[in-house]
């Protein structure tokens, strides 16, 4: 049950793509966001979807992790593509009784599911080939020439860094618990909304004691190693950029160029 | 009530980077009133065997029967099974949640849905076995007693349900030495009293004293399984294991060693120091 959140979860394999610099990932992948929210026909997705599987396959990902990571979102996916469907306004397609489905509600359904789904799909590529080290000292590097401005760059990258760097323990812990309520006779399967809300008590009281314990340990930790925030800190693993990042950045400007075409030039409606 | 595990086999993850074999074609039976001393080196595969005992993993391939019964069979309750096979986790203190000790300790009766007076008689008759005042404790928050306290308040939530096996993973780890023989002795008192044991430990010293039987476990498969004796005149499979034997089996390797007629099979304090005292009483008489 706990094991199926890909997000933020990194799959430790060595590939080209893990190797690319991560402030390149970072830009890439947004750059890549924004392809996908060009898209203008099917075509397009067919485009992204080619390729997020070329990088998965490029970093050695199974396609099985990407895929569970959209699985938690089936209900978004069914309700945007539902609500779209019903409740959009154009040129009626079928009536039946008080249901009616127009044109633009079909198009807009498949685009907007179609949208989360690679969505989800990029920023997981990301995530799964980048670890939360790598990531975090992207995200510092790139926000940091807002420092001048006083941005905190350095505190929330640490921040982030943190926060990722506990997910995988805290889930541990959950499970650990978990085990130790069942091994009680806590049942956290069966029984309605109210009876299972209740049941989790016995999981989240010890979850948040340890959860703030380490807290206060790492808090601990960090001061007693003279830790003291941004200013002046060398950093173990300097960035740099390779020829392989240049690479990765001239295939995502193809893939935007390309995005950028179809949506000029192929007529919308002809495929949806 | 018998355990007995066939050929299980276990795989995290199975299928992804993170897969790891833990468990290998282990195969385990454990009878009534024994002790069993589970014992190997980190990472060894004891805790995850420890928690298909009572059902919470399943093998991924491979049988565990509880009196003959395959637990992941269809009919198998394993909320009951797990009430009769008592789990105590590594750290179980960081599993308490309520805000008094009776209510905690009443967590796992009430899940098995006894009535009140009989959940409050077990909640005293456990707080009494594990040495906690129900008088002076049953109403006090468990977070503000000391850490050996709270792994006792723990402990109590187990037995409260009476189970006849009794698993635990390191009962004693992180305690203080008093704290450690204060739980030692109530899992004495414990399988004395006819409640199975099955105990990971580290600690040989504790086994010595303690099991019946000791299982060794070495890279997911059991290395050895035999009596005290049998396990700790092995230094050499143990060390394979990456474990030590105990300090008096130490102190007889070295007496050998060092060409003095110790038996080969000791292992406890009191029998090195019969055979030391032997050694010196017949050099005395040569003299």
């Known amino acids: 049950m706990l094991n199926n959140i890909t997000l933020g979860q990194y799959y430790p394999v060595d590939s080209l793509v893990h190797r690319l610099d991560p402030r390149i990932k970072i830009v890439l992948t947004i750059v890549t966001l924004v392809a996908v929210f060009l898209v203008g026909t099917l075509a397009g997705y067919a485009l992204i979807l080619a390729f997020c599987l070329l990088v998965a396959r490029l970093s050695n990902v199974p396609v099985r992790m990407l895929l569970k990571g959209i699985k938690p979102l089936r209900f978004i996916l069914i309700l945007t593509f539902f609500l779209n469907l019903f409740f959009t306004s154009g040129t009626e397609l079928v009536h039946v009784g008080f249901v009616i489905i127009t044109r633009e509600g079909l198009r807009q359904a498949i685009h907007f599911s179609l949208r989360l789904v690679f969505l989800v799909m990029t920023t997981s590529l990301m995530t799964l080939t980048t670890s939360p080290i790598q990531l975090s000292d992207g995200m510092e590097m790139l926000f940091s020439p807002l420092k001048v401005i006083h941005f905190p760059a350095h505190e929330l990258a640490m921040m982030m860094s943190i926060a990722l760097r506990f997910i995988p323990t805290l889930m541990e812990e959950t499970d650990k618990i978990m085990k130790a309520q069942k091994a009680r006779g806590a049942d956290f399967e069966s029984g309605n909304l109210i009876q299972r809300a209740k049941s989790m008590i016995p999981l989240l009281v010890p979850l948040f004691v340890s959860a703030f314990r380490r807290a206060g340990d790492l808090a601990l930790a960090m001061e007693s190693r003279c830790y003291h925030g941004g200013e002046h800190r060398t950093r173990l693993r300097v960035l740099r950029i390779t020829r392989m990042d240049y690479l990765a950045c001239v295939a995502v400007a193809v893939l935007l160029a390309l995005v950028i075409l179809e949506s000029r030039f192929i007529p919308k409606g002809l495929i949806l | ?170 009962p004693a780890a992180g305690l203080d030495p008093q704290g450690r023989d204060a739980i030692l002795g109530i899992i004495r008192d414990l399988h004395q009293t006819g409640t199975t044991i099955i105990m990971v430990s580290h600690a040989m010293d504790d086994i010595a004293d303690l099991a019946t039987r000791i299982v060794v476990m070495n890279h997911g498969q059991i290395a050895m399984d035999g009596t005290p004796r049998e396990v700790f005149c092995r230094a050499d499979v143990m060390r394979e294991a990456g474990l030590e034997i105990t300090e008096a089996a130490r102190l007889a390797g070295t007496l050998r060693e060092r060409g003095l007629p110790v038996p080969e099979d000791i292992y406890t304090q009191e029998e090195i120091r019969d055979a030391i005292l032997r050694l010196w009483k017949e050099k005395v008489h040569a003299q």
């Open chain 2, 1 to 170: 009530m018998s355990i007995e595990l066939k050929h299980v086999n276990y795989v995290y993850s199975q299928g992804t980077a993170f897969q790891h074999t833990a468990l290998q074609d282990v195969s385990l039976k454990i009878q009534d009133h024994e002790f069993v001393a589970l014992v190997g080196h980190t990472g060894c595969g004891k805790s995850t065997l420890v928690q298909h005992l009572n059902g919470l993993l399943k093998p991924t391939s491979g049988q565990v029967l509880i009196n003959g019964e395959d637990i992941h069979g269809e009919h198998t309750n394993r909320k009951a099974l797990r009430q009769r096979v008592g789990l105590v986790f590594q750290y179980p203190e960081y599993q308490l949640f309520e805000e008094s000790v009776e209510k905690d300790i009443a967590f796992g009766p009430k899940n098995m849905g006894l009535p009140e007076d009989e959940i409050h008689r077990r909640v005293i008759a456990a707080m009494e076995m594990v040495h906690l005042d129900p008088a002076r404790l049953a109403a006090v928050n468990p977070f503000e007693l000391s850490g050996g306290q709270m792994r006792r308040v723990a402990i109590a939530g187990i037995l409260a349900m009476q189970p006849e096996i009794l698993v635990m993973d390191e």
